[in-house]
């Protein structure tokens, strides 16, 4: 018999998943790695950038222009994992009705559209100099900007319920029907552009990109990963103690702030 | 006593929402003014000359016309939430997306297809040739379902919210774009003497699709609104 035997690394990740469902438990855990988080995010982001902005060398046809690459690029991924894990925490929310799931799902929404926003006038900006417009109707282009308008969605969904839990919800399930269109919209406007005979840019001007140019790319990649963790533990915790407002544990934390007591 | 089956629940959903959509006909008139109205403002703001209105004639038809369903959208599930009736679907026997597919049909039936009867209206208003108006009804054939369909589904997540009409746009603009990218497609081609079937094909599929998928999908959205 060993039934008593330790436990497997199986289990441990069952009973962490379970102990993170717990409020108290998740709102004491956000609070002691958001330090380290933010702290991270800061080195990172202070190497990534100064490898940027000052060690790489300048593009043989953009000059330094190219250099908002460092942001443009990594805020761009974000845009679409921050989608995914919205959605992956709101599948997780609707399935099983976790509280914190649903919680993390839409605190991570104004993250995400921060992100696909930050893209999109990054974009702009570079595309002013390098094809001499503000704005072209290329697929990526086309796709980032219906992103931004599901994200918004989202919001304006979840904010537009009376019960918070109610709202997020129904926001989960409109972000797993963007998450089914997305592709849709991207290969549609793929279409559209092949039938219309547009402008065929290309986004990136250099093909292949240089290891100088990559590593700041990638430890800015990093950084904006960190920085998500960051943003959304904080937002957690405020999202945890306005929804349980009412309970003896967010009451203790409440009362032991106050100034008196 | 057994309950009627879902056949009949069908039927029974459908002569309800007709008889309703009878009894205030009037109501009926108001997305095709809407149209008419849109449309009279194009020329205004573009100029007249026929060239450019009937190189655009097709696209102003097809938005103007999706625009005016996403206007009477608002009113598939409001007054039934309003009136109780809804909560007595949701607790009928018979399946809940069959019922819904029964109202989202009667939609249809009342907003777009007197929008699809004045579409030769506004395409002659706009220079359309005509060689293309039949490619322009056999678009509005196939993408006014598919608006019925997808914007019954996102409507359905509304349902128990706070008036919200500008929060419906937004999140029934993103499930539009290849709708109107594959119809304004199918139409342009015609229009260049092109091969038009492939884009028309697309809409069907998305249709048949759509057809099967979203009253199953509109019927949990509605559960989680509602939060039976």
Partial sequence: ?261 | MSAPSARAGYVAVLRRDLLLAWRRRGEAAFPVLYALIVATLFPFALGPEGALLSRIAAGVALVTVLLAMLLSLDGLFRPDYEDGSLEQLLLAPQPLGLLLAAKIFAHWLTTALPLLLASPLLAAMLHLPAAVLPVLLAALALATPLMSLLGALVVALTVGTRRSGMLLALMLLPLMVPVVIFAAGAVAAAQQGLPFIAPLAWLGAAFVLALVLAPAACAAALRIALDA
Avoid at chain 1, 145 to 162: C, P
Avoid at chain 1, 217 to 237: I, P
């Fill in chain 1, 1 to 261: 018999m060993n039934a008593h035997s330790s436990p497997t690394l199986w289990n441990r990740l069952v009973l962490w998943y379970h102990q993170m469902g717990s409020p108290p438990y998740f709102y004491a855990f956000a609070g002691r790695w958001r330090p380290w988080f933010i702290a991270a995010t800061l080195i990172t982001a202070a190497i990534g950038l100064y490898g940027g902005l000052v060690l790489a060398p300048p593009d043989y046809q953009q000059g330094d222009a190219y250099r908002i690459i460092f942001i443009h690029v990594p805020c761009a991924w974000m845009s679409l994992f921050t989608y995914a894990f919205m959605a992956g925490c709101g599948l997780v929310g609707l399935v099983w009705r976790v509280k914190l799931a649903e919680i993390l799902a839409m605190e991570a929404a104004p993250i995400g559209a921060a992100f696909t926003f930050v893209t999109l006038v990054t974009g702009s900006l570079w595309g002013k100099p390098m094809w001499g417009a503000w704005w072209t109707w290329d697929a990526r282009l086309t796709s980032e900007l219906v992103l931004l308008f599901l994200y918004l969605g989202v919001i304006g969904l979840y904010h537009a319920f009376e019960d918070t839990r109610q709202g997020a919800r129904a926001a989960a399930f409109l972000a797993r029907i963007g998450a089914v269109n997305l592709p849709i919209v991207h290969y549609s406007v793929v279409w559209w552009n092949t039938l219309h005979q547009g402008t065929t840019v290309r986004l990136f001007g250099p093909s292949r990109i240089t290891w100088p140019m990559l590593w700041p790319l990638l430890t800015m990649a990093l950084s904006t990963h960190l920085y998500l963790g960051w943003s959304l533990l904080g937002r957690a915790r405020v999202a945890l103690l306005e929804l349980e407002g009412g309970k003896d544990w967010a009451r203790a934390i409440a009362l032991k702030d106050a100034p008196h007591g």
